[in-house]
């Protein structure tokens, strides 16, 4: 079994792991604004 | 299908069996065939999860949808993102600190054995229709198009996917569902350049994109509100929310890929890349089905995509009636691309009172095709009460085979395969894993050695196999599948999220007033779907809310009973 106990295990890239959930729901905050603007220009 | 297709076809599904089988080597115990020895990394954890959720229909439906209702599909993936954070601060850590094999035995932890036993049960019901449903639905269109016989098409839809699946267990599943997606991305992205390098010269990717947003297909973005409209921003991103929620955190069949990996971090980067990349996938997939609406404005479409179908009402009294209907909606289409040819002619140079008035004459003769169409659809109602007037799904596939070069035919309908056996090898497998952790071992015989209990797995992953072709079997007349197995999912999922967040956050709440709770909401899911007063997708959050609600309810009620008995 390989699995470390850790709520505390590190993320990659990041120092903790709220930044990329932060990341996760800014791209997707981000793709929505894209997608309105993407809707707007072509219709 | 041309010899050439056949082989494509042939070879890429033999290609996967084999590497399948040959990942499937040195299974000794559960742990390996379940868990795969939690050895996975993350990436291949990404790509088992988008393999599971993916299914034919996915594939198949999707292009179709755009063509029907435009892009605005997509919004039905906004909540996704938000769920797979949720599951990586909440349910993650919990199942890897207890070591489960399954989501399910958590319940037992922390509330009690009949808690558990009813959500696995729910979960087997529901997964178990579901994945008869899915082998079902690619194959009815298949067969439909290509003339193939339905009940042999299930069996090789269901069947040859389990030699894997049943000898090599989840490492099988996780790799062949790499090795699929990768085809399945390749093929998707040869047949979206073939879309547009099938267009008049004169016609590029942007000029695709401009008349299909002007034919209104590119509306991503709807903000109206309104409960019984399935897809716009708001029931995208709550309703959304609640079923990604539930599908991700509770079913097996997704628990069980990225308890897989070998970590904590492994697991969750899996999870948050799938929030990162799973909307620009479907985007993509349904920009597919826009640029085809844009194809089948140059050229004619026919009047109704199952050609199957259309040949039966030929035949029928209803033949000359249909015949002369069929040729007028290819008059209206000659016209159509006449038009078409004319906006994207004013489109280039940019006068917006010629593109206003070129748009909407082509809108018009659109508008008056769609009523030609629909006198079609009556009489095909007419002379096949039992007909599926729906063609969303055979939309994509008509492209393929009719106006596709040889080969890539092969090629796309090998990933139709693939892309059914990747979500079915991860059910059946979620099957077999609670049916035997949940059921076997904790009820029938706690006993067992290693190699009893590998091979009584293998024997449940193929004893579900079996089962789901025959429910496919039977499945082939129960009119539109897609809708069935979204309703399906829709109808249990709030119940089984509802039991599991009250065990994560409602700490008082035992396990009488969850269970109880969890019947109640499940009587009550019921008759608000019979009553039809929400669109199925809501039915995932009133679900969840009512079990969160009740077994506070029941909780406080059960502890005035305890306070009221003497000690």
């Not at chain 2, 009047?303 to 015949?323: S, V």
Request: a positive charge; hydrophobic letters at 50%.
């Amino acid at each position: 079994m390989t699995t470390k106990d850790t709520q505390h295990e590190k993320p990659p890239l990041f120092s903790k792991w709220r930044y990329w959930y932060l990341l996760v729901i800014a791209w997707l905050i981000t793709q929505i604004i894209l997608f309105y603007f993407f809707t707007k220009t072509f219709s | 299908m041309s010899i050439t297709d056949w082989i494509v076809l042939s070879a890429t599904l033999i290609v996967i069996i084999c590497y399948g089988v040959w990942k499937s080597r040195g299974q000794t115990n559960m742990d390996d065939y379940f868990m795969g020895n939690r050895s996975m990394p993350w990436y291949i954890v990404l790509l088992s999860i988008m393999g599971t959720q993916a299914s034919a229909i996915t594939f198949i439906s999707a292009p179709g949808q755009a063509y029907t209702d435009g892009m605005r599909f997509v919004q039905y993936y906004f909540g996704l993102p938000l769920a797979m954070v949720v599951i990586c601060v909440a349910f993650v850590p919990i199942f890897r600190k207890l070591n489960v094999y399954t989501a399910y035995e958590y319940l037992e932890q922390r509330f009690d054995l009949k808690t558990r036993t009813l959500t696995s049960v729910l979960f087997l019901i529901q997964r178990g229709l579901s994945t008869g449903i899915s082998i079902c639905a690619p194959s009815i269109i298949l067969s439909s198009l290509l003339g193939w016989n339905i009940y042999w098409t299930n069996v090789f839809m269901g069947g040859l996917l389990i030699i894997y699946t049943m000898s090599g267990g989840t490492k099988a599943v996780s790799y062949t569902q790499t090795l699929q997606l990768v085809v399945i991305f390749a093929g998707m992205f040869l047949a979206g350049w073939m879309v547009v390098k099938l267009l008049p010269a004169d016609i590029g990717f942007k000029e695709a994109l401009q008349v299909s947003g002007k034919m209104g297909k590119l509306n991503v973005i709807v903000t109206d509100f309104n409960f019984k409209d399935r897809y716009n921003i708001w029931s995208g991103v709550i309703g959304g929310f609640f079923l990604a929620l539930s599908y991700f955190g509770t079913d097996q069949s997704q628990v069980g890929r990225y308890l897989t990996a070998r970590s904590v971090t492994e697991s969750r980067m899996g999870l948050l890349m799938n929030g990162l990349v799973k909307v620009p996938m479907q985007f993509l997939i349904l920009l597919l089905g826009a640029l085809v609406f844009v194809f089948y404005l140059y050229f004619r479409a026919p009047i109704f995509f199952n050609e199957a179908q259309l040949k039966k009402t030929r035949q029928t009294e209803q033949g000359p009636a249909l015949q002369q209907l069929e040729q007028q909606y290819a008059t209206l289409g000659d016209q159509k691309s006449a038009q078409v040819k004319e906006l994207s002619a004013a489109l280039a140079t940019g006068e917006e009172t010629v593109i206003a008035a070129k748009q909407q004459a082509l809108a018009q003769t659109d508008v008056t095709a769609g009523k030609v169409r629909k006198e079609a659809l009556e009489l095909i109602k007419t002379s096949d009460p039992t007909a599926d007037t729906n063609d969303t799904n055979y939309i994509f596939l008509h492209f393929v085979v009719n106006s596709l070069p040889r080969g890539l035919v092969g090629l796309l309908i090998a990933i139709i395969f693939l892309a059914s056996w990747g979500s079915i090898a991860a059910a059946l497998n979620s099957l077999a894993s609670t049916t035997v952790i949940d059921v076997y071992q904790r009820m029938v015989n706690p006993h067992a050695t290693d190699a009893e209990y590998l091979k009584v797995s293998k024997l449940w992953t193929l004893i579900w196999g079996v089962f789901s072709i025959l429910v496919a079997q039977f499945a082939t007349g129960l009119g539109s599948l897609i809708e069935a197995v979204n309703i399906l999912g829709s109808l249990f999922y709030g119940t089984i999220l509802g039991i599991f967040l009250v065990a994560f956050w409602l700490k008082n709440v035992k396990g009488d007033a969850a269970f109880m709770a969890a019947l109640a909401a499940e009587v009550l899911v019921f008759i608000v779907y019979k009553l039809d007063v929400v669109s199925f997708l809501w039915l995932n959050a009133v679900g969840c809310i009512l079990v969160l609600v009740l077994s506070l309810v029941f909780q406080q009620f059960n502890n005035l009973k305890a306070k009221r008995l003497p000690a």
